[in-house]
């Protein structure tokens, strides 16, 4: 890759971080209104550190060493900037599957939203989707077993990451679902949990929101190290936003449409790409940085049009 290459991905991946994980940090946001001011700097501080070299660091080496599992841990980090034939070689056998994975992951969290998820309507038909959510589970199980039908006389393999992808979504779901109640627990005067019990438990719920923009940045690239600089910049943002710009976030309506339009691309990118499509490097970050802006346009005009007029 070149330079302008690598600045692209990054700023991309920055940009995807960030907008997907404006949930989390509303969450975080409203339990850290309810804490000291030691809680808030321990989060801001050791809190950015735990999700920028732990979350966003060992997860996609993790992922990526699983799907190569006979590249040791140092291959598995550098493979993208490796010259070792065999080392390029592993992670080119072992994308399919990997983008087969991600892809479901995604098109799932999209359609899930889409269907079953309150929301503001950004876009026509959208109100129509939401009022049709008994139909999510039926759409996505028929994608699961069209993916799986024609992967598998490819590659068995890509079949088995969709529908590892799909057992993904379905058990981070579950965990965010729980996130929810718990934060109904935490922001409750009954809920009787100590500053460090809540500062743990939103470092898990950062952890499991996170999954979404790990497994979203292989669609931009599969070097690790690029994952995790673009990632830790959009987790230092949206810290950044968590502490002291939340209430103005709030405020543009349509960011998360923005941030679910660029997941549903960036599912169909990956699984384009896993069944063969040539995807150039610079189409995911462009097309991040295009939905994103239109719904951050969107979401500007929708509040100046409700801004209370001057006499």
Not at 266 to 286: E, K, N
């Amino acid at each position: 890759m070149d330079l302008f290459a690598i600045i692209l991905t990054i700023l991309g991946l920055c940009i995807f971080e960030t907008v997907s994980s404006i949930d989390n940090a509303v969450i975080n946001a409203e339990i850290l209104s309810k804490m000291s001011v030691w809680a808030r700097r321990w989060f801001l501080f050791w809190g950015l550190l735990i999700a920028v070299f732990v979350v966003r660091f060992i997860l996609p080496w993790a992922i990526m060493w699983a799907a190569n599992p006979s590249l040791g841990p140092v291959d598995t980090l550098m493979a993208t900037f490796s010259s070792n034939p065999a080392v390029m070689h592993a992670v080119e056998q072992s994308a399919p599957m990997l983008l087969a994975g991600g892809g479901i992951f995604l098109i799932f969290l999209f359609f899930h939203w889409l269907f079953l998820e309150p929301k503001n309507f950004g876009l026509k038909g959208e109100k129509f989707f939401y009022a049709q959510g008994v139909w999510f589970y039926a759409i996505v199980s028929i994608i699961l077993a069209a993916v799986v039908w024609f992967a598998i006389p490819i590659n068995p393999l890509m079949a088995f990451g969709a529908v590892v992808g799909s057992t993904a979504f379905f058990i981070t779901h579950g965990f965010k679902q729980n996130a929810e109640l718990a934060e109904k627990q935490m922001l409750s005067k009954a809920g009787g949990m100590s500053d460090l019990s809540k500062l743990m438990y939103i470092e898990v719920i950062d952890a499991t929101f996170s999954i979404d923009g790990v497994l979203g940045a292989f669609a931009f690239t599969m070097s690790v190290p690029l994952i995790m600089l673009g990632n830790g910049l959009g987790a230092l943002v949206v810290r950044e936003m968590t502490i002291r710009n939340i209430e103005n976030v709030k405020k543009y309506v349509f960011l998360k449409n923005g941030a679910m339009y660029s997941i549903l691309v960036l599912g169909i990118i990956m699984l384009a790409d896993a069944f063969g499509a040539h995807i150039p490097a610079w189409f995911s970050p462009i097309a991040t940085m295009g939905i994103v802006g239109y719904f951050l346009w969107k979401s500007f005009t929708q509040l100046k049009a409700t801004a209370p007029k001057t006499a």
